[in-house]
């Protein structure tokens, strides 16, 4: 057996069983012994203990159980507690040097035709508080073009500016003086035995221009500029202009309408006075004030601006005239940071000015009749995409009605033509743009523009002279920082010219020019280097002005220094 205890019950068992053992085997040896056979009976009596009964019965006791009335209270108290800060040192973040910045550049060149080039900058370096420049360059050339006469021109140009920072505006501002000398050339001396007439021309031109301008971080404050600029322009031929701009800008955001989150309100306003005069013109004064208030605001992906452009036009011995065009834009984001379109109609007018004739053509003659130019209206669109993070590209398409657009032609009073005088026409003008840039990095990069204009005129036969293609490319490439080489590739083609031959109008052929230059810089040090410059590598006899052909190749080399 495997247990170790066994009840009382058992063991009194066991211990009756034990007598009766060894009786048994007492008579089992003498049986051996004796053969005897011995046969035990006894009684079995069994017992039982005594029973106790449980003298108690259940009783349920049918009583309520009160839940105790518990109340506490909090009593706060406030202990006094201090915190001391302790000063932590600010950061000072270590990043590269400061750039050595030099005050002063000086360029110095010769080149072919008897050709001197002098330029110079000098700057302000860093300051929060002002910045300043001055400008000053000369170019020249007495070299002579085969069969034409005197070529010779000079240019001249000093420009002094700065600006000053306020707390909440800036105020800045420029004094200018430029001298260029020209000689109507556009003429074959051997057509004209005898002719002896005086070709130089010149113009002269001093002014300023100034402004303040606010410059508030909160949004909602009212920006305000104001703008005044003069200048002062006379020729060789005793012409003078004299002509005063005031401009006034303001903007504000606001919130006026609830589909947007906000609205910008401005108006911009000008005062052009113009007065001309001169030996062989009567004076002529002229004004025009105008006015552009508009409203731009945004709603997800697009951006809206409304408003218009009314200007009133009055002149000496004149009427007083109201122009007014339309000013409506809208461009939407198609794609963030990749593709936007835009589409809109807007209009103006414009006063011809002779510096603005001269600065185009410097081969007119001193007495050109001005007028204002208006634009009615002009319906664009076009597309801004950035293709890849290295190419941007860029598309637009105009339609415009033009009164009183100016058209180049030849003037028939003097004998030999070479002056230049103007016309106006109403004409529709249709143009296609486009642009490529590829920037490979900062070293490498590429720019292409074409520009395509179709003219329809309502008296005149031809948009004489104006372009009607125009196409740049051009290339920049830094070897090391060491070597800079630049490549620009030019190609135009302007409608044909007009002449009048015995009473007779004579359409020439329309004139195209193709122009290749090219310079490359090579970089001693940081403050001294080399340069050469080749144009017109083909050598191609081209006009930019009908009868006015342009040099032949031409090289200029020579130095920069910075101090």
Not at 73 to 90: D, G, L, M
Not at 501 to 506: D, L, P, Y
Request: charged fraction near 20%; aromatic fraction near 14%; include cysteine.
């Amino acid at each position: 057996m495997s247990k170790k205890y066994f009840n009382k019950m058992h063991l009194s068992r066991m211990v009756l069983m034990i007598p009766l053992v060894f009786i048994s085997f007492n008579v089992f040896c003498q049986l051996d012994d004796n053969r005897n056979e011995v046969t035990v009976v006894a009684a079995y009596e069994p017992t039982i203990s005594d029973a106790f009964k449980i003298n108690f019965s259940p009783v349920i006791k049918d009583t309520v159980f009160e839940k105790p009335q518990l109340s506490y209270s909090i009593q706060s108290v406030k202990i006094p507690t201090s915190f001391q800060i302790e000063p932590i040192k600010a950061a000072k973040i270590v990043g590269e040097p400061i750039t050595k910045l030099y005050k002063n550049l000086v360029k110095v060149g010769l080149g072919t035709y008897t050709t001197p080039y002098f330029e110079f900058f000098s700057n302000s370096v860093r300051s929060k508080s002002y910045a300043y420049g001055i400008h000053a360059k000369h170019l020249s050339s007495s070299g002579k073009i085969t069969g034409y006469g005197n070529s010779g021109f000079a240019d001249n140009e000093i420009n002094i500016n700065g600006k000053y920072y306020l707390k909440k505006a800036a105020l800045d501002g420029e004094v200018f003086f430029n001298h260029n000398i020209v000689h109507y050339y556009g003429y074959k001396p051997a057509d004209f035995p005898g002719f002896s007439e005086d070709t130089k021309q010149y113009y002269a031109l001093f002014g300023f221009n100034s402004s303040y301008s606010s410059n508030y971080t909160d949004s909602t404050k009212l920006n305000h500029q104001f703008t005044l600029g003069f200048y002062n322009l006379s020729d060789n031929y005793s012409r003078h202009e004299n002509n005063i701009k005031l401009g006034v800008n303001l903007d504000k955001e606001l919130h006026l309408f609830d589909f947007t989150d906000k609205q910008l309100i401005g108006i911009k306003t000008q005062l052009d006075y113009n007065n001309n005069g001169g030996s062989l013109i009567p004076t002529v004064n002229s004004t025009l004030l105008k006015l552009n208030p508009y409203i731009t605001t945004e709603f997800n992906a697009f951006n809206f601006l409304v408003g218009f452009d009314a200007t009133i036009a009055s002149a000496s011995g004149g009427t007083t005239e109201l122009y007014l065009s339309p000013d409506l834009e809208a461009s939407m984001i198609v794609v963030p940071k990749v593709l936007n379109v835009y589409a809109g109609i807007s209009g103006g007018v414009h006063q011809n000015t002779f510096k603005s004739i001269s600065d185009e053509n410097p081969f007119i003659k001193t007495n050109v009749p001005l007028a204002l130019t208006d634009e009615k209206f002009r319906i664009f669109g076009g597309i801004n995409t950035s293709l890849t993070k290295s190419i941007d590209f860029n598309a637009g398409i105009s339609d415009a009605t033009i009164d009183n657009e100016p058209f180049y032609v030849n003037d028939t009073n003097n004998i030999t033509h070479n002056k230049f005088t103007l016309v106006y026409d109403k004409v529709n003008l249709f143009e296609l743009s486009a642009g490529l840039l590829y920037k490979y990095d900062e070293k490498f990069n590429i720019a292409i523009t074409a520009n395509f204009y179709k003219y329809t005129t309502t008296r005149e036969l031809k948009a004489w002279q104006k372009p009607s293609f125009e196409a740049t490319l051009s290339l920049h490439y830094n070897i090391s920082n060491k070597i800079i080489c630049n490549a620009d590739v030019f190609m135009i083609s302007r409608l044909s010219p007009k002449t009048i031959e015995a009473g007779q109008i004579k359409v020439k052929d329309a004139t195209k020019a193709f122009d290749v230059n090219l310079g490359v810089e090579y970089r001693y040090s940081k403050i001294l280097s080399a340069f050469i410059k080749l144009n017109n590598l083909g050598a191609v006899r081209y006009q930019d002005w009908y009868n006015y052909p342009n040099q032949r190749f031409s090289l200029m080399g020579g130095f920069t220094y910075a101090f």
